[in-house]
């Protein structure tokens, strides 16, 4: 059974950080894109980051650049995405999905399996 499980959300004061962690099981870990998306109230999703569990590229909403990190822990079938400097904006359902596509890519449409949210709130 596919599974992806993330977690890691919670309330955290602007300008903090979180860390959150995508557990995979039940395919091929190292033959997928793992993307994390994010929805916020009101609002459609969003692509957020994805890497490439095989080589370790990665690729981020311009927004997202400079201030969220993507990494991968092969070993252990689980993607984190770092989230430094924070404001309301990055109040949402965060979720992380699986694409075994070609390249890296953001487009919610080509991801085939997806995990739970968690929710990150942030407080001004």
């Not at 059974?1 to 004061?13: F, I, T």
């Not at 894109?33 to 990665?58: D, H, L, M, N």
């Not at 927004?63 to 092969?74: A, H, L, V, W």
């Amino acid at each position: 059974e596919v599974q992806l499980q993330a977690s890691g959300g919670g309330l955290v004061q602007a300008g903090g950080s979180l860390r959150l962690s995508c557990a995979a099981s039940g395919f091929t870990f190292d033959d997928y894109v793992i993307g994390w998306f994010r929805q916020a109230p009101g609002k459609e999703r969003e692509g957020v980051s994805c890497i490439s569990s095989s080589g370790g590229s990665t690729y981020y909403a311009n927004s997202m650049k400079g201030r969220f990190t993507i990494s991968s822990n092969n070993a252990k079938n689980t993607v984190y995405l770092q989230m430094n400097s924070m404001n309301s904006a990055d109040t949402a359902v965060y979720f992380c999905a699986a694409y075994d596509g070609l390249g890296l890519t953001l487009d919610s449409r080509g991801y085939h399996y997806w995990g739970q949210g968690t929710l990150v709130t942030v407080s001004s």
